[in-house]
């Protein structure tokens, strides 16, 4: 007695159906360890043109962040991708190690900086950057990214350091570094300078103040005893007024209010009168604001002169016309001063408290001053009005505190020196998304000199001496001389040698007849280290340069992208970069930013031990990352089922192919039934739309691509279909390896496809593969991308199975509305009779297609459209009707049959199963 069961061809697979990610991803971390996967992959590709990702150091500090895995998946994506493509792939990860959080985690660790010398506060500062070095490489390791993890580049390590010098060298000789007293960013919570890359802006309610000025000499063109009015939100910066800016082009006028008059421009008058609350007023002279040029103002409290100045960057968008004008506390303010020769006063000190330059407020902090001017103004009948106002004010986005400009001695870098230069390298740029060419251009415009200085510990020194006479020395000798030291000890050495022993030996200068030197105390901002990596990664290490991509969140257009691109023009008159790719923020899934007081905060460490890091990764590729991108745990869920039907479906093909040799058993496209090569074309469409996809770095094309193709050419068409040949037919039938044939060549190219995204799944049905002897390779990781294969005949092929498909989602549609009103249960119980006109007809008595194995039902008929009955359901391409098919259930293949019990052998089963069972069975 033949147990027909035990006749089936059922899908044989080890894969199991669940991943398991949290606890196997580990695993095939370990087994690619000890493969040494990138190495293996980078001997694979040796002599391929060579394709370059650099990558933006994160900062060594605390765990990774959504924001980091984002970055960092999305890097792993493209060069497992291109190194799949035809190109020779070397990702050396990197890290941002100097700078404010390192010397304030120690300081919170209870480090005294102070009872130390510089140096070995410094050697605490690196061991403490290596520890988070370690924290952070081991995540970013755990999210499956590959590249040089043992070698990657730091910007604390001795090698990188002396290139860094070395552009600041070249910089220097070519005359773009120098040293000036102009205002800056402070960061009183810092006590340091900070470049503009460092300022975020957040809501403050400041004091807004009208002041009176008294005219000292008027010249006898506008009354002796009218008065400038000026306007203000920094009542703290009144002390250190030296003048008061007009516009040349405006007309000004002095009115009369009550007994007293006033000078404004003409253009603010009836909103100054509103704001101050003059009920009545005159105007009694006009004159425009060039006439005015050079009146002497009276200080409102101290003995001092406040001289009237014009200039175009007075604006009648607020205020009054008349600008309060502080030299040391504004970028307009220097600039007109300079042109008037008035000298840069800027009485507040490193922590933001006044000098004895501001008598009557000395040591008195900045912000707690602007009540005591305030009231000191209406002291003196100078203060006009005093009101309240919200608005956006810069702080320092690492103590998160309010930062003010205040002139004090820095190096800077010139930008006007080569601002042309630096636009034309933007215009060579390749941007991704395109917004962000007018983003760096227009940062790149309008950004002032680039104030490299930082009153800080732990950082790369500026490497200047000085001569007896204060002059700076900079050389190509003393460069070349610390870029040498640097390189064998590491900077230091710069805290642990005087300046004599750092010098070249021998080295004199005529500012040092008594042959004594000094250095610079101050470091580098952080920014021309990493801005400095194109030399210390690239040239360094004998990479391609400039890089083909560099690729950060979108803030960085006015952090590393800036930085890297002032260094590598001003050293080479070319971007460090020919593309640019920028992504953004990662949000809560209502769209609000992440916040621990939120409490929305989600962890990648936690995703990837409740969901698996190919899920947070599939994640990555399903969303649109050059907008902000949203993240919640329902979203990942709805990620997971993605994942899990794609995961199923690589089961399921496996499951089919366990006896298929591809090396003995491939049918040639040729002779591949039309069904079957008409989704080998549909394979080969997929193909085609995700190179191209993956070429411009659209990954979630990528991902819906390959969901639709799994869930509507595969699972509810071709590997349902399947399922009655691959099962009931014989193990060689000619039909079966037909559609095995394809089936494999679907799950290699499904398997090698999705490798950027899912590595883990991918090498794990891969294992599988290898052991079965179907693959040489012994992972996924060392093979390249299906070429796309076009056939003759695949035009022809898709319009008519497109009108096919057309008709066979009708028959769908009428097999479902039968199963509703009970005439059926499943789709085999059914017989359809389609009643269509003559093209569809044509298609549907084609002798090469089994129409009803295409629409799984027992027994099919085309009929005249005109025979319609009048039961036939009418749909867009034909009318229908759905009834129980005659005869008896097969045992074996379960469609209902008038043959079940032709075969007497064989009395439950349907003729084609009997010569089945006969052939291979009995």
């Given at each position: 007695?033949?147990?027909?069961?035990?006749?089936?061809?059922?899908?044989?697979?080890?894969?199991?159906?669940?991943?398991?990610?949290?606890?196997?991803?580990?695993?095939?971390?370990?087994?690619?360890?000890?493969?040494?996967?990138?190495?293996?992959?980078?001997?694979?590709?040796?002599?391929?043109?060579?394709?370059?990702?650099?990558?933006?150091?994160?900062y060594a500090n605390g765990d990774i962040h959504i924001g980091h895995a984002l970055n960092k998946v999305l890097k792993d994506m493209i060069t497992r991708h291109r190194s799949m493509t035809g190109y020779?792939?070397?990702?050396?990860?990197?890290?941002?190690?100097?700078?404010?959080?390192?010397?304030?985690?120690?300081?919170?660790?209870?480090?005294?900086?102070?009872?130390?010398?510089?140096?070995?506060?410094?050697?605490?500062?690196?061991?403490?950057?290596?520890?988070?070095?370690?924290?952070?490489?081991?995540?970013?390791?755990?999210?499956?990214?590959?590249?040089?993890?043992?070698?990657?580049?730091?910007?604390?390590?001795?090698?990188?350091?002396?290139?860094?010098?070395?552009?600041?060298?070249?910089?220097?000789?070519?005359?773009?570094?120098?040293?000036?007293?102009?205002?800056?960013?402070?960061?009183?919570?810092?006590?340091?300078?900070?470049?503009?890359?460092?300022?975020?802006?957040?809501?403050?309610?400041?004091?807004?103040?009208?002041?009176?000025?008294?005219?000292?000499?008027?010249?006898?063109?506008?009354?002796?005893?009218?008065?400038?009015?000026?306007?203000?939100?920094?009542?703290?910066?009144?002390?250190?007024?030296?003048?008061?800016?007009?516009?040349?082009?405006?007309?000004?006028?002095?009115?009369?209010?009550?007994?007293?008059?006033?000078?404004?421009?003409?253009?603010?008058?009836?909103?100054?009168?509103?704001?101050?609350?003059?009920?009545?007023?005159?105007?009694?002279?006009?004159?425009?604001?060039?006439?005015?040029?050079?009146?002497?103002?009276?200080?409102?409290?101290?003995?001092?002169?406040?001289?009237?100045?014009?200039?175009?960057?007075?604006?009648?968008?607020?205020?009054?016309?008349?600008?309060?004008?502080?030299?040391?506390?504004?970028?307009?303010?220097?600039?007109?001063?300079?042109?008037?020769?008035?000298?840069?006063?800027?009485?507040?000190?490193?922590?933001?408290?006044?000098?004895?330059?501001?008598?009557?407020?000395?040591?008195?902090?900045?912000?707690?001053?602007?009540?005591?001017?305030?009231?000191?103004?209406?002291?003196?009948?100078?203060?006009?009005?005093?009101?309240?106002?919200?608005?956006?004010?810069?702080?320092?986005?690492?103590?998160?505190?309010?930062?003010?400009?205040?002139?004090?001695?820095?190096?800077?870098?010139?930008?006007?020196?080569?601002?042309?230069?630096?636009?034309?390298?933007?215009?060579?740029?390749?941007?991704?998304?395109?917004?962000?060419?007018?983003?760096?251009?227009?940062?790149?415009?309008?950004?002032?000199?680039?104030?490299?200085?930082?009153?800080?510990?732990?950082?790369?020194?500026?490497?200047?001496?000085?001569?007896?006479?204060?002059?700076?020395?900079?050389?190509?000798?003393?460069?070349?001389?610390?870029?040498?030291?640097?390189?064998?000890?590491?900077?230091?050495?710069?805290?642990?040698?005087?300046?004599?022993?750092?010098?070249?030996?021998?080295?004199?200068?005529?500012?040092?007849?008594?042959?004594?030197?000094?250095?610079?105390?101050?470091?580098?901002?952080?920014?021309?280290?990493?801005?400095?990596?194109?030399?210390?990664?690239?040239?360094?290490?004998?990479?391609?340069?400039?890089?083909?991509?560099?690729?950060?969140?979108?803030?960085?257009?006015?952090?590393?992208?800036?930085?890297?691109?002032?260094?590598?023009?001003?050293?080479?008159?070319?971007?460090?970069?020919?593309?640019?790719?920028?992504?953004?923020?990662?949000?809560?899934?209502?769209?609000?930013?992440?916040?621990?007081?939120?409490?929305?905060?989600?962890?990648?460490?936690?995703?990837?031990?409740?969901?698996?890091?190919?899920?947070?990764?599939?994640?990555?590729?399903?969303?649109?990352?050059?907008?902000?991108?949203?993240?919640?745990?329902?979203?990942?869920?709805?990620?997971?089922?993605?994942?899990?039907?794609?995961?199923?479906?690589?089961?399921?093909?496996?499951?089919?192919?366990?006896?298929?040799?591809?090396?003995?058993?491939?049918?040639?496209?040729?002779?591949?039934?039309?069904?079957?090569?008409?989704?080998?074309?549909?394979?080969?469409?997929?193909?085609?739309?995700?190179?191209?996809?993956?070429?411009?770095?659209?990954?979630?094309?990528?991902?819906?691509?390959?969901?639709?193709?799994?869930?509507?050419?595969?699972?509810?068409?071709?590997?349902?279909?399947?399922?009655?040949?691959v099962y009931i037919e014989g193990h060689d039938n000619k039909d079966r390896r037909a559609m095995q044939s394809v089936i494999y060549d679907t799950l290699m190219t499904l398997v090698r496809v999705m490798?950027?995204?899912i590595p883990h799944t991918t090498d794990e049905i891969w294992s599988y593969l290898f052991e079965q002897g179907l693959v040489e390779e012994v992972s996924v990781q060392l093979t390249d991308f299906p070429?796309?294969?076009?056939?003759?005949?695949?035009?022809?092929?898709?319009?008519?199975?497109?009108?096919?498909?057309?008709?066979?989602?009708?028959?769908?549609?009428?097999?479902?509305?039968?199963?509703?009103?009970?005439?059926?249960?499943?789709?085999?119980?059914?017989?359809?009779?389609?009643?269509?006109?003559?093209?569809?007809?044509?298609?549907?008595?084609?002798?090469?297609?089994?129409?009803?194995?295409?629409?799984?039902?027992?027994?099919?008929?085309?009929?005249?459209?005109?025979?319609?009955?009048?039961?036939?359901?009418?749909?867009?391409?034909?009318?229908?009707?759905?009834?129980?098919?005659?005869?008896?259930?097969?045992?074996?293949?379960?469609?209902?049959?008038?043959?079940?019990?032709?075969?007497?052998?064989?009395?439950?089963?349907?003729?084609?199963?009997?010569?089945?069972?006969?052939?291979?069975?009995?």
């Amino acid at each position: 007695m033949v147990e027909y069961k035990e006749t089936l061809l059922m899908p044989k697979t080890d894969f199991p159906m669940r991943g398991n990610l949290p606890a196997n991803e580990p695993k095939m971390q370990d087994k690619w360890n000890g493969l040494d996967i990138n190495k293996l992959q980078m001997e694979r590709t040796e002599g391929r043109p060579e394709y370059v990702l650099h990558d933006g150091p994160p900062y060594a500090n605390g765990d990774i962040h959504i924001g980091h895995a984002l970055n960092k998946v999305l890097k792993d994506m493209i060069t497992r991708h291109r190194s799949m493509t035809g190109y020779h792939v070397n990702y050396i990860p990197g890290w941002d190690t100097h700078g404010l959080p390192i010397e304030q985690a120690l300081t919170n660790k209870g480090v005294k900086r102070k009872e130390m010398s510089v140096a070995d506060f410094r050697e605490l500062c690196e061991q403490y950057a290596y520890e988070q070095i370690d924290n952070q490489r081991a995540q970013f390791r755990r999210l499956g990214v590959r590249g040089d993890w043992e070698n990657p580049y730091i910007t604390l390590k001795p090698a990188f350091e002396a290139r860094q010098i070395e552009v600041f060298g070249q910089m220097a000789e070519k005359g773009y570094i120098y040293k000036g007293l102009k205002p800056v960013y402070w960061s009183p919570s810092s006590e340091s300078a900070l470049a503009e890359a460092e300022i975020e802006y957040k809501d403050v309610k400041s004091a807004s103040i009208y002041v009176s000025f008294a005219i000292k000499d008027a010249k006898g063109i506008v009354p002796a005893d009218a008065k400038f009015i000026i306007w203000t939100t920094t009542p703290w910066t009144i002390p250190a007024n030296l003048g008061i800016s007009l516009n040349p082009e405006f007309i000004y006028v002095v009115v009369a209010v009550a007994d007293k008059k006033f000078i404004i421009a003409k253009e603010l008058l009836e909103t100054i009168a509103k704001e101050l609350e003059w009920e009545t007023y005159e105007v009694v002279q006009e004159v425009k604001g060039e006439a005015l040029d050079r009146l002497v103002a009276q200080h409102p409290f101290y003995d001092r002169e406040s001289l009237v100045m014009v200039g175009e960057h007075v604006t009648a968008e607020a205020g009054t016309g008349c600008v309060h004008t502080a030299t040391g506390h504004g970028e307009d303010d220097y600039n007109i001063g300079k042109l008037y020769d008035l000298p840069i006063l800027s009485p507040v000190d490193n922590r933001g408290c006044y000098t004895d330059e501001a008598p009557g407020f000395e040591g008195v902090f900045y912000n707690d001053a602007n009540k005591m001017v305030t009231e000191r103004l209406a002291e003196v009948g100078a203060l006009e009005k005093l009101d309240f106002f919200t608005h956006s004010y810069p702080h320092d986005w690492r103590t998160k505190k309010p930062v003010i400009y205040r002139a004090t001695p820095q190096w800077f870098a010139s930008i006007d020196a080569f601002r042309d230069e630096l636009l034309a390298a933007v215009k060579s740029t390749t941007f991704t998304p395109a917004w962000g060419e007018t983003r760096l251009y227009n940062m790149i415009r309008d950004r002032g000199d680039w104030v490299i200085s930082r009153q800080r510990a732990w950082g790369v020194p500026i490497p200047i001496f000085y001569a007896e006479n204060g002059e700076p020395i900079i050389t190509p000798e003393t460069i070349a001389r610390i870029s040498a030291l640097f390189r064998e000890h590491g900077s230091n050495i710069w805290f642990q040698k005087s300046a004599k022993e750092l010098l070249p030996e021998g080295f004199t200068h005529p500012g040092s007849p008594n042959g004594e030197f000094t250095k610079e105390n101050d470091i580098m901002d952080v920014w021309f280290d990493s801005g400095s990596s194109h030399q210390g990664v690239l040239v360094e290490r004998g990479m391609k340069y400039p890089a083909d991509l560099y690729l950060e969140g979108s803030d960085q257009h006015r952090g590393w992208f800036n930085s890297s691109l002032i260094t590598s023009v001003a050293i080479n008159g070319y971007a460090p970069y020919k593309g640019l790719l920028t992504h953004g923020f990662v949000l809560d899934g209502e769209g609000r930013k992440m916040s621990k007081s939120l409490g929305n905060v989600i962890i990648p460490q936690k995703v990837m031990d409740q969901y698996g890091a190919d899920i947070l990764r599939l994640w990555v590729a399903s969303v649109d990352y050059t907008a902000d991108v949203r993240i919640s745990m329902d979203m990942l869920k709805q990620v997971s089922e993605v994942y899990r039907k794609i995961r199923n479906t690589f089961r399921f093909l496996h499951g089919n192919i366990a006896d298929f040799n591809p090396q003995t058993d491939r049918v040639a496209y040729t002779d591949l039934r039309e069904m079957d090569q008409y989704v080998y074309m549909r394979l080969q469409d997929i193909l085609k739309t995700v190179r191209a996809a993956y070429d411009r770095y659209d990954f979630a094309a990528v991902y819906h691509a390959i969901n639709n193709f799994v869930a509507v050419e595969l699972s509810s068409f071709y590997l349902d279909i399947a399922k009655d040949v691959v099962y009931i037919e014989g193990h060689d039938n000619k039909d079966r390896r037909a559609m095995q044939s394809v089936i494999y060549d679907t799950l290699m190219t499904l398997v090698r496809v999705m490798t950027p995204i899912i590595p883990h799944t991918t090498d794990e049905i891969w294992s599988y593969l290898f052991e079965q002897g179907l693959v040489e390779e012994v992972s996924v990781q060392l093979t390249d991308f299906p070429e796309v294969e076009e056939q003759e005949n695949f035009e022809s092929l898709r319009t008519k199975w497109e009108a096919i498909i057309d008709v066979r989602d009708d028959i769908l549609k009428a097999l479902e509305e039968a199963r509703n009103a009970k005439t059926i249960g499943k789709s085999l119980e059914a017989k359809v009779t389609v009643y269509a006109k003559e093209d569809i007809s044509a298609l549907l008595n084609d002798a090469n297609i089994d129409f009803a194995q295409l629409s799984i039902v027992s027994d099919f008929e085309v009929a005249p459209f005109e025979a319609a009955t009048a039961e036939a359901l009418a749909f867009e391409h034909a009318s229908i009707v759905v009834e129980k098919a005659t005869g008896e259930k097969c045992e074996r293949c379960w469609s209902i049959s008038p043959t079940v019990g032709s075969n007497e052998a064989h009395p439950t089963v349907c003729a084609r199963c009997a010569e089945v069972v006969e052939k291979y069975y009995v």
